[in-house]
């Protein structure tokens, strides 16, 4: 089966910086997206990992570790705008399908 | 803008009924899933097309089908709706198959089934 969890909600400081954990256990790996996701429209893409480590881009960096089924979203100097759900998903080698988690939703106040 | 368009935004339909979805894809690719988003969770795979044929299926019923279009437009169908199959209903392409392709995702059918 497939295991994706992620905190329901979390709440930040305008300025801030917030991680938001994703564990998982999925029959197969072979990579992990973030996307963000405003409330009523389309996810979009963040961030995709295949290798561990932490890979940076602007504001927002992804961690992966494999051996530990473990990723975060590191979002740096908050702002009011990245209040919004962001969904971790598995790329589980199944050749076709992505595996979400249920969302975190972040709400960042001034 | 990610270039994927749904239609149509929202919908409403009551119990037994039939609906299609559409949706198009972003210039080039050839590949195109639906997802289905309840309200609270994360996006449920329902299919995988690519070039014109279903390349992959989740834990979705048969009554739940689609087509891919020469154009590599998409049509999502479900039949006899069920008061559960209210959810925003999402399509995502690609520029190819296999998962580490980055999926772009249109902005979502709202269907709601009273």
């Known amino acids: 089966g497939q295991n994706i969890d992620q905190p329901t909600e979390m709440t930040a400081t305008e300025g801030a910086i917030v991680q938001i954990n994703c564990t998982y256990q999925t029959s197969g790996f072979n990579g992990l997206f973030w996307y963000q996701q405003h409330a009523g429209e389309a996810p979009t893409f963040l961030s995709y990992n295949v290798l561990d480590g932490l890979e940076e881009k602007g504001r927002f960096s992804s961690f992966l570790s494999r051996s530990k089924g473990y990723s975060y979203l590191l979002l740096k100097e908050l702002q009011m705008k990245d209040s919004a759900s962001y969904l971790c998903?598995?790329?589980?080698?199944?050749?076709?399908?992505?595996?979400f988690g249920k969302g975190t939703s972040l709400l960042v106040t001034p | 803008e990610t270039g994927v368009t749904q239609s149509p935004t929202h919908l409403i339909k009551t119990r037994g009924q039939q609906v299609t979805l559409r949706c198009s894809s972003q210039?080039?690719?050839?590949?195109v899933s639906w997802y289905q988003q309840a309200l609270g969770q994360g996006p449920q795979f329902i299919f995988q097309?690519?070039?014109?044929?279903?390349?992959g299926r989740g834990n979705f019923p048969p009554r739940f089908s689609g087509l891919q279009f020469p154009n590599y437009s998409s049509e999502l169908n479900v039949n006899a709706l069920e008061l559960d199959d209210s959810a925003l209903y999402l399509c995502?392409?690609?520029?190819?198959?296999?998962?580490?392709?980055?999926?772009?995702f249109g902005p979502g059918t709202r269907l709601l089934v009273l």
């Open positions: 998903a598995v790329d589980s080698n199944s050749g076709y399908a992505l595996n």
């Open positions: 097309y690519y070039r014109e044929e279903e390349n």
């Open positions: 995502a392409s690609s520029l190819s198959v296999g998962t580490e392709e980055t999926q772009y």
């Open positions: 210039s080039g690719h050839n590949t």
